[in-house]
């Protein structure tokens, strides 16, 4: 989709070593695990912690430090809030799969079978466990609730929402496997703070999280996906302000805001946009490539403009085409500072 160019409980890892060595990197439906064996690992994954009701901040300082990866800069860490007790970050790195269940076309997500796609999932995750052995790794489908389109529509909006079955089809898919959910939106001529209430119901939800994308966020005017979008920092603060009142309201655990991103004028004001206890803000790394041109498109616009955590999308498809230098290993990953703390496959 993108015009440029990740864990497990240790407990667990050894179980998908074997699958790690035999499930192929691509995402064939041939190659995955089968309906059984993926029955057989979801059902070992361990149940969530309870919830600590204070934060202990000297911990959460040193994660930090460790996520930063020795910069020397003083960037990172990045200033922001604390978070409320309970936080996913940086507690947890999180690998997630993204797409669209209409289209086979908009990432790993919608493309291959459910219980191969499962299983594809869980070894993904077993390989950045195997990575860094430091941080838990758990798994989080990435869907996208609100299409762009090409065309306007009744309310000439250029955006689809998605029925509310296809986002209760996630949530029951993510419960075996203790994933997260992330429901993503592409507003077209909509905006952010027209387009986040209707999905309220979902985020209301303890293990439900939301994205968003400026790639699709057109401005003046623009068909979606003729031209790259754009978010103000004040675009995402009402992204911000949402989540933190919708925590709030219903004494929630923080919700985990993912940002797009993979040109300068994607995101502008990037000082402005506000952390809060409630919201932990990740900027997501969003083109494909060789590896030298995600290197340095991370550097430019997700290390140089730091907000809280940053994220790195791999492509199946589009990172591994003839010619290029593929996709980049967990290890490598786990070379940059600061290290990402989300990781998502299309």
């Excluded at 754009?230 to 929630?252: G, P």
């Amino acid at each position: 989709m993108k015009k440029e160019a990740l864990v497990l409980p240790l407990g667990i890892f050894s179980l998908f070593l074997a699958l790690s060595n035999s499930a192929c990197n691509q995402p064939d439906a041939k190659a995955a695990a089968t309906k059984d064996s993926a029955t057989t690992a979801t059902a070992t994954v361990s149940t969530v912690k309870p919830v600590p009701t204070v934060l202990d901040t000297a911990d959460y300082d040193k994660k930090m430090l460790a996520l930063s990866n020795h910069d020397t800069t003083g960037k990172w860490p990045a200033k922001a809030a604390y978070p409320l007790p309970g936080a996913v970050l940086p507690y947890n790195r999180i690998v997630s799969f993204y797409g669209n269940l209409y289209s086979k076309k908009m990432g790993i997500l919608g493309q291959i079978p459910h219980d191969s796609m499962i299983a594809q999932l869980l070894h993904e995750v077993a390989r950045f466990q195997a990575a860094d052995t430091t941080v838990p790794v758990i798994p989080a489908l990435h869907y996208i609730t609100t299409t762009a389109q090409a065309a306007a529509g009744k309310d000439g909006m250029h955006r689809y929402r998605m029925p509310g079955n296809q986002i209760d089809t996630m949530i029951s898919w993510a419960k075996p496997i203790n994933a997260l959910v992330f429901v993503d939106i592409q507003v077209g001529h909509s905006t952010v703070k027209n387009e986040v209430p209707w999905l309220e119901p979902y985020l209301k939800l303890p293990n439900v999280h939301l994205g968003i994308d400026p790639e699709f966020s057109m401005k003046h005017g623009e068909v979606p996906g003729r031209k790259i979008g754009t978010f103000t920092a004040e675009d995402i603060n009402d992204a911000v302000d949402f989540l933190t009142d919708v925590v709030r309201k219903n004494h929630l655990t923080p919700k985990i805001l993912i940002v797009h991103r993979f040109t300068q004028g994607m995101v502008t004001g990037y000082e402005r946009i506000k952390t809060t206890p409630e919201v932990q803000v990740v900027m997501d790394m969003d083109g494909f490539g060789d590896k030298i041109l995600k290197r340095s498109t991370y550097l430019r616009y997700i290390y140089r403009e730091p907000v809280q955590f940053t994220g790195f999308k791999l492509f199946y498809k589009n990172d591994t085409k003839p010619g290029t230098t593929g996709m980049y290993t967990p290890e490598e990953l786990m070379k940059f500072v600061p290290k990402p703390i989300y990781i998502q496959f299309q």
